[in-house]
């Protein structure tokens, strides 16, 4: 009986799930960005918070999926120290990505979309990433993403577009003014998490018509730069996942049926799917 071990990694937190036979346990680390750690702290990390925490369990295999490892020297640094920590595993690391669309697709073709603070999106042939659609980041992309719309939200905001029911309803839940939110964007760290913090004060203010069209347009904005350019999106289901995807799902159903496209799973997070997809092929 294999016992596997998978990450699903991000800058802030890490969830690992243990699999040993029909047992799962789910354990967090904070997360791990091989840019701004070095391969002894990340084992320095995992032998801390993970190792321990798993009681001398040896896995024999990791699936590790990360935020930073498409980069070849990143994804070398991380299996490294996956080595280092458990040296008798057989050790796959590979983007965040990649564990998007094993767990939203498993074997079968689709197009797997990341919603979250930040989005992407891919081709998935069942096996491997045929097509990727570039991802900008928070300043240039990320359409769809949470700092996208976070960001709707802060120009709506500053250049006094919402009605006034709206700004009273934004003051009375924030207390900021144009200075601090200008010192957070252009000053302080991670930016687009403060900018997707936002997105709050859409899901508090549903149906307002003004908020409907900020997370419509979004979304118009990512299905128009990234979906559309896929042609097998006319062929394959669109699948999605992330905090913003799973909050406005019926945005996204409204969506595909609208442009007469076929949507497929809307998930949360990728580790459920993770683990049916690992947990069934160590049964094969």
């Known amino acids: ?15 690992w799930c243990l699999l040993v036979g029909k047992k799962r346990k789910t354990i967090y680390t904070q997360g ?8 002894d702290q990340i084992q320095q ?39 280092k920590t458990f040296a008798k595993a057989t050790i796959f690391v590979d983007t965040d990505l990649m564990g998007a669309a094993k767990a939203l697709c498993g074997n079968e073709k689709g197009i797997a979309c990341i919603l979250g603070t930040g989005s992407n999106s891919c081709y998935y042939n069942g096996k491997k990433i ?6 900008l980041g928070f300043i240039l992309g ?24 709206l700004m009273d309803r934004f003051n009375a839940k924030y207390n900021t003014n144009k200075m601090e939110i200008l010192d957070a964007v252009y000053k302080h760290p991670l930016p687009n998490r403060y900018l997707a913090g936002f997105v709050t004060f859409l899901i508090e203010n549903r149906g307002h018509f003004m908020i409907e069209n900020i997370i419509e347009d979004a979304f118009n904005d990512f299905f128009f730069n990234h979906i559309y350019k896929y042609r097998e999106s ?14 406005f799902k019926d945005v996204l159903k ?7 496209l076929q949507l497929g799973r809307v998930l949360k997070n990728p580790m459920d799917g993770l683990a049916k997809f690992h947990g069934e092929k160590s049964k094969q």
Not at 1 to 15: C, F, V
Not at 32 to 39: G, K, V
Not at 142 to 165: C, H, I, R, W
């Open 32 to 39: 791990i960005s091989p840019y701004f750690l070095n391969t």
């Open 234 to 247: 006319w062929t394959s289901p669109i699948n999605f996942i992330g905090s913003v995807a799973f909050g």
């Open 1 to 15: 009986m294999a016992i596997t071990l998978i990450a699903d990694s991000g800058s802030t937190k890490t969830e």
């Open 130 to 135: 045929i097509k990727n659609s570039p991802g």
């Open 45 to 83: 990390l995992l032998e801390i918070e993970l190792k321990k925490k798993m009681k001398d369990i040896e896995p024999d295999e990791v699936y590790y999926y990360g935020t930073g490892c498409g980069s070849a020297e990143n994804a070398k640094s991380v299996k490294q120290a996956l080595k």
């Open 142 to 165: 990320d359409e769809g993403s949470g700092a996208y719309m976070g960001k709707k939200v802060v120009q709506y905001y500053l250049y006094n577009t919402f009605d006034p029911d």
């Open 254 to 260: 409204e969506m595909c049926n609208s442009y007469e």
